[in-house]
């Protein structure tokens, strides 16, 4: 297992569109989070998953934004008509269950709205 | 609520001295683990050390150091020997536990100390 995976690492978009990224977490992790770093900041939490279940959602995650594991193994996040603000980077992180177990992370996607 | 606060937008650190990143951190929860984050100008976070809040003994891991002082709410990273490749950004996290099933939630960051190494 190589780790955790995102895809695409960079998005442009025009505001309005749609986009979606996609993690793949290390296999044996039940645990999947997403969060949201914008530039000079740490990164702000957005929901997680145990296996395929959306355990906490961040009041963050605006009606616009949509995240899915549909077989508790990846998972995607989708934002529906893009505002400029949406512009950061996306974090995918995956770990075991327990407090102590570090998270993961993927490299990220940047997304930049135009 | 939980809330990590790093104080120290950048430091500098000249090669092979020892620097500090503080980290201070405000919790409810009786159990908890904290942990550091290396992020380079490349972008992925790297897990550097990690402390239980039952942890006695302050973790170690090779040149990295936690300073624990719980009754201070502190979790300082300590860096012996600098090497210009730890030039980076450094997050301080706390991940609590979830009541009644000792399981992890999810992590809170500070907003990160930039560490510049020096020659």
């Known amino acids: 297992d190589t780790g955790v995976s995102q895809d695409p690492r960079h998005k442009i978009t025009k505001r309005g569109q749609n986009v979606t990224f996609r993690c793949d977490p290390i296999?044996?992790?039940?645990?999947l989070y997403w969060y949201r770093q914008t530039l000079g900041q740490g990164p702000e939490f957005l929901t997680y998953?145990?296996?395929?279940?959306?355990?906490?959602k961040s009041r963050l995650l605006s009606d616009r934004f949509s995240a899915e594991r549909p077989k508790g193994s990846f998972s995607t996040l989708e934002i529906q008509r893009t505002e400029q603000g949406d512009s950061a980077m996306y974090l995918c992180?995956?770990?075991?269950?327990?407090?102590?177990?570090?998270?993961?992370f993927g490299q990220g996607t940047r997304l930049t709205v135009v | 609520a939980q809330k990590i606060t790093q104080t120290q937008p950048g430091m500098f650190v000249q090669e092979k001295e020892a620097v500090t990143l503080d980290c201070t951190y405000d919790?409810?929860?009786?159990?908890?683990?904290l942990f550091w984050y290396k992020q380079p100008s490349s972008g992925e976070m790297i897990f550097l050390i990690y402390?239980?809040?039952?942890?006695?003994q302050n973790a170690t891991e090779g040149r990295y150091s936690l300073n624990f002082q719980k009754a201070r709410k502190s979790a300082n990273l300590v860096i012996s020997a600098s090497q210009l490749g730890d030039s980076a950004m450094y997050f301080c996290?706390?991940?609590?536990?979830?009541?009644?099933?000792?399981?992890?939630?999810?992590?809170?960051f500070g907003t990160g100390t930039r560490l510049q190494v020096t020659l």
């Open positions: 919790t409810s929860d009786q159990s908890y683990g």
């Open positions: 992180a995956s770990s075991e269950i327990m407090t102590g177990a570090e998270a993961f």
């Open positions: 296999s044996e992790h039940n645990r």
């Open positions: 402390q239980g809040s039952y942890d006695e």
């Open positions: 998953f145990q296996n395929e279940a959306q355990l906490e």
């Open positions: 996290a706390m991940r609590p536990s979830i009541r009644h099933t000792g399981t992890a939630s999810k992590l809170t």
